[in-house]
């Protein structure tokens, strides 16, 4: 197998894919690494409408349009963890268990993943009525009741989307307003389906083999409430996928990198895109946007770096 490239992409998310078009255009040898499925974030995401130009389309739909546009011009992928990094010298290296990879430019779009609640029950009853992918398990609440923990976009799209399968979803907030764009909430408000509990956080998830009941604590009076449902689907935020970065890359307090206009990150060579980095706004138009610059300056820089 090959193992030296002139551009690696780590994420194969909008950045990720998007980077790839655009270093596959520019004649680079390009190579992108995905540890799960093509898409990123939107593989697990039922429909995307804010994507300029195109009203609508399913998320596994688009990421899919975006692995076939950049492989068009000889992409190259490959699906596999990335261990390490070694980000110490001019070229770049990447462990994986199949061996390691050099690359002139690393382009890390290794993206954001659904962060926990770390609450009592949640880690023995994921899979058994816990879920963080609405997409992926919803059909099988067909008639049931659940709740969808967040106030975020996410919690209250994914919670709209469920409502399709359950006989009720209650979204449960930990503060008295939603943090979701208008629109979502707008469309929320009218769905006979959705209920909303606020002021209120999950204390335990409970069950014996499978979800039974779901522990709640108002928070103004820390009164303790015990809701019966049948699945809790977690939607509290994301947090970056940044475990091969260890010790590699300098990482802010929450994990992200820092990157400078031009998708920079503080190591020559080494650029970051996407939700993985500092401010991302953690949108499909953004993160392809990303990749898009990251790719046109990582051209630059090989050109002045490593022309014979
Ligand atoms: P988010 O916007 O960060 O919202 C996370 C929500 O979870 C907030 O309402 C937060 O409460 C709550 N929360 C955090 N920790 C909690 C805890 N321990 N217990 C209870 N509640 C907790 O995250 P998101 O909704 O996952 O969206 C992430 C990004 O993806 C956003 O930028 C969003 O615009 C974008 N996006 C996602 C989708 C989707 O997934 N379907 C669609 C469009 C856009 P507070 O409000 O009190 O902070």
């Known amino acids: 197998m090959d193992s030296e490239y002139d551009v690696v992409i780590v994420g194969g998310g909008p950045a990720g894919l998007a980077a790839g078009l655009y270093a596959t255009r520019a004649r680079l040898k390009t190579l992108l690494i995905e540890r799960g499925v093509p898409g990123g974030q939107i593989a697990v995401t039922e429909m995307v409408e804010n994507y300029p130009g195109i009203e609508e389309i399913l998320g596994p739909e688009l990421g899919d349009k975006m692995l076939r546009h950049a492989e068009k011009f000889d992409l190259e992928s490959q699906y ?3 261990e390490s990094a070694d980000l110490n010298s001019k070229t770049k290296v990447l462990t994986t268990r199949h061996g390691e990879i050099n ?5 890390i779009a290794s993206g954001a993943e659904h962060r926990k609640l770390e609450v009592p029950g949640e880690e023995e009853l994921s899979g058994k009525g816990v879920s963080y992918c609405a997409v992926c398990d919803g059909a099988f609440f067909r008639d049931k009741d659940l709740i969808v923990v967040g106030g ?10 469920l409502t399709r399968f359950a006989s009720n979803v209650t979204i449960v907030h930990r503060r008295d307003e939603l943090r979701a764009g208008k629109i979502l909430q707008e469309r929320a408000f009218k769905n006979p389906k959705l209920d909303f509990i606020y002021s209120h956080v ?13 522990t709640l604590r108002n928070v103004k009076t820390n009164e303790l409430v015990e809701k019966p449902v049948d699945g809790v689907f977690i939607y509290v935020g994301l947090t970056p996928n940044n475990e091969f970065l260890e010790n590699a ?16 990150t ?3 060579g080494v650029y970051a895109v996407g939700d993985i980095r500092q401010e991302s706004s953690r949108q499909v138009v953004a993160a ?5 610059t990251a790719a046109i300056f990582a051209e630059r820089y090989i050109a002045e770096n490593f022309s014979e």
């Open 80 to 82: 596999i963890e990335v």
């Open 103 to 107: 690359a002139k430019v690393l382009i």
């Open 152 to 161: 975020g976009d996410a919690a209250v799209e994914e919670g709209s989307f």
């Open 202 to 214: 999950v204390e335990s998830i409970n069950g014996n083999g499978v979800v039974g009941s779901a």
């Open 249 to 264: 890359l300098p990482l802010d307090d929450q994990g992200h990198i820092h990157v400078n206009l031009k998708m920079e």
């Open 266 to 268: 503080r190591i020559p």
């Open 288 to 292: 392809a946007g990303d990749g898009a």
